[in-house]
């Protein structure tokens, strides 16, 4: 998503960013003067406005990789927090068993030595039989002390268990309020560029819609380039497999995906976890310069690395556009290219 400037002509099915950006730069808009014919000087509102549509899309991608990564953390961060409370369950119940041994112990103890130890064997009709009672008195008393230290640092640990859980319960609230925040910005740049692209005459908006295709209907040459690797290979076959399903924000498939969800998606057919966000993709693997790009290998867009494709080969890559556009091939030069990684 995002106003850019493309560095290559577009091709088949010609698309801008998968976060639902369609750059329509000064070639892009040569190519909807050329099917419109001459612009006239009254019509640079209309080119303005698909600018700001542009410029909304970029930004609503952004938000979208950014709601990405708060889902990603709120989703670990309640894993986090019920792997705690079942600790601490476990702990409490853990204490309370040792607090019954330790009253069991103290009973004990009560009843066998209510008297003074000195006045006990002072008054004991059997001498011997009240020093083998004093020994496991003594035991006794000595198993409790060790019982007692045990519940204290038990004691403790769940003190502690407890104050990390309220962190993470904290934390996980202030998640999913980011969460809630990014959902409320993509959708009002959304509804926003929907409503400017609406109030556009139809022969304008459909000449935005041809130059974002880039009037390619077919697969463009992809050359002999061979993956990588297997898992490359893989990723790739599921990728093509995508092609014609819809770009829907914040998904990651099967039905429909935003562009890093398309990513992950892929390469989980492939066997590989990749990380949710285009920003952390980046880093999923080594970098290597675009002229030693192979098929499989992810490209990240824009210096914030906001939007990821899958170089195909031939300077084409496979990736889900912005709302609106389906999964395709476009030239990997259709935005500044931040990186290239190999999985």
């Given at each position: ?53 542009d410029r909304l899309y970029t930004q609503a991608e952004k938000a979208t990789e950014a709601f990405n990564k708060a889902g990603e953390r709120a989703g670990s961060l309640r894993k986090e927090v019920r792997t705690a ?259």
């Open positions: 998503m995002g106003s850019h400037r493309r560095r290559a002509p577009s091709g088949s099915d010609r698309g801008a960013s998968a976060s639902g950006i369609a750059g329509i730069t000064v070639t892009v808009m040569s190519v909807a003067a050329a099917a419109l014919g001459a612009v006239p000087a009254a019509a640079a509102p209309q080119d303005d406005t698909r600018a700001e549509v409370q079942d600790r601490i369950a476990r702990q409490q119940e853990r204490i309370n068993t040792m607090r019954d041994a330790l009253g069991s112990l103290a009973v004990a103890q009560y009843r066998a030595g209510g008297l003074d130890p000195s006045l006990a064997l002072l008054f004991s009709d059997d001498p011997a039989d009240y020093l083998d009672k004093a020994a496991v008195l003594d035991r006794i008393t000595a198993h409790q002390a060790g019982e007692l230290d045990d519940l204290q640092h038990a004691m403790r640990d769940l003190a502690q268990e407890r104050e990390e859980a309220t962190a993470k319960l904290a934390e996980l609230e202030r998640s999913s309020r980011a969460v809630a925040h990014h959902k409320r910005t993509v959708e009002r740049k959304l509804s926003e560029a929907r409503r400017l692209l609406n109030a556009l005459p139809d022969s304008l908006r459909d000449a935005y819609g041809r130059a974002s295709r880039s009037g390619r209907d077919g697969i463009p040459d992809l050359g002999d380039e061979e993956p990588s690797s297997g898992r490359a290979a893989a990723a790739l076959a599921a990728a093509r497999s995508a092609l014609g399903r819809p770009y829907v924000w914040g998904a990651n498939g099967p039905g429909g995906f935003d562009c890093s969800g398309l990513m992950q998606w892929s390469y989980a057919r492939a066997g590989v976890g990749l990380p949710r966000t285009s920003q952390e993709q980046r880093y999923a693997g080594h970098q290597v310069p675009l002229s030693q790009a192979r098929p499989g290998d992810l490209v990240t867009y824009r210096s914030d690395a906001s939007h990821v494709a899958m170089y195909a080969g031939n300077g084409q890559v496979i990736h889900a556009p912005y709302p609106g556009a389906a999964v395709r091939y476009d030239p990997v030069g259709m935005m500044p290219i931040s990186s290239v990684t190999r999985v």
